[in-house]
């Protein structure tokens, strides 16, 4: 398994550091989250953050901006918007060399199912112009499974599934987000998975805990080719790290 971490764990560093302190560490890849100082429309056309990514030899994604974006929502305004700057996180992409750029489905306010398949449909709308705007890019727009709540879309294995036959993106698939829902297993047949977030939790609340302190099944390390360690704590990001690593060791005996 090739494993790496959220930059997000050493949010308000300098990305050079960050970059330092991952290779320090053996890991392999990183993935930046594209908010506060790492914005896309702070980060692009940056020369020096530019050169820090492609000095290193990492493997790098990109988490799209997140905090008030809805690729799926029922107003018009908001989904183009949120299409517009998950445009800019692909833009950004491009520029650092990054594999791919991973974005929420979306969500809505209200659980009837009549307003969710119209979300659906949005959602398959703005994959559709996204997956189109990358096609001459390196980087591949990937769609993460959710949590289990009602708001959210992408939470049902074949959302997630008939999402990338009909657009042809990728899925990035969060062990945390599997570990809330029912049916765990359907989520590591979906086609198209691009890398995994890795993280635990209780099995019900979307809490984002060190491996191991959680009840996630580690079984579940064992589809991951290409990890990305999603915790808010580097201190967990590296005490998780040796579970995955022991796991696996133990495993492979």
């Known amino acids: 398994m090739k494993l790496g971490f959220s930059l ?50 990492l493997d790098i994604y990109i988490h799209a901006v997140n905090v008030d974006i809805n690729l799926a929502s029922l107003n018009d305004g908001i989904r183009k918007e949120s299409v517009k700057q998950t445009k800019e996180c692909l833009d950004l992409a491009d520029e ?23 979300a659906l449909g949005f959602l398959t709308e703005s994959t559709h112009e996204l997956v189109a705007y990358a096609e001459d ?72 805990q060190a491996i191991g302190d959680g009840t996630l099944d580690l079984n579940l390390l064992k589809y991951v080719k290409d990890g990305i360690i999603e915790l808010n704590n580097f201190d967990d990001v590296i005490k998780s790290k040796k579970v995955i690593k022991d796991f696996l060791r133990k495993n492979q005996e």
């Open 8 to 57: 997000l764990s050493l949010f308000s560093k300098e990305v050079d550091e960050m970059l330092d302190i991952a290779v320090q560490n053996g890991f392999d890849s990183v993935e930046l989250l594209a908010e506060g100082p790492y914005r896309q429309d702070v980060l692009l056309g940056n020369k020096e953050v530019i050169e820090a990514f492609h000095s290193y030899d």
């Open 137 to 208: 890019k390196e980087a591949k727009i990937s769609i993460e499974n959710m949590p289990e709540r009602f708001s959210y879309l992408g939470n049902r294995a074949y959302e997630l599934e008939d999402l990338t036959n009909e657009t042809g993106c990728s899925i990035t698939i969060d062990l945390g987000h599997v570990n809330t829902c029912e049916d765990q297993l359907s989520f590591f047949k979906i086609p198209n998975i691009l890398y995994n977030h890795i993280n635990d939790n209780d099995g019900i609340k979307d809490k984002h």
């Open 96 to 118: 650092i060399g990054a594999i791919g750029v991973t974005s929420h489905p979306g969500k809505i306010g209200r659980p009837e199912k009549h307003l969710r398949d119209m």
